[in-house]
């Protein structure tokens, strides 16, 4: 049974970084893993996605150029490095799983993951 644990949240001023990890308790094969977020009163988003084989990544427009996905696969962990953050970046970071690839091409919902870890507060702030 795969179990993900999301880390690296913390409070960030606007501008600045982070990186959150997400650590798997199996090693991934033929996975798409995905990062969402949800701010309060929103919907959970799918924020970039990555496949374990081939690394192929997708991303939300507002994070493109400022957010980068990755995986480690001796480490059975996916990063999510997030830069140039911004106020509208705060939210909480869920990490999710599914060995589909076709999800991860089309950036899909939270509805089509079955895998999800316990999220991890990102809070962008000065």
């Known amino acids: 049974q795969l179990q993900l644990v999301e880390s690296g949240g913390n409070l960030v001023q606007p501008g600045g970084s982070l990186r959150l990890s997400c650590a798997a308790s199996i090693t991934f094969e033929y996975w798409a893993v995905a990062w969402f977020r949800q701010a309060p009163g929103k919907e959970r988003e799918a924020v970039s996605c990555i496949t374990t084989s081939d690394r192929k990544t997708n991303y939300e427009d507002s994070v493109k150029g400022r957010f980068t996905i990755s995986i480690d696969n001796a480490k059975k962990t996916v990063y999510l490095q997030m830069n140039s953050l911004r106020p509208t970046d705060s939210a909480i970071y869920y990490c999710?799983?599914?060995?589909?690839?076709?999800?991860?091409?089309?950036?899909?919902?939270?509805?089509?993951?079955?895998?999800w870890g316990q999220g991890t507060q990102v809070t962008v702030s000065s």
């Open positions: 999710a799983a599914e060995p589909r690839y076709s999800v991860c091409t089309r950036l899909a919902g939270e509805k089509e993951y079955d895998y």
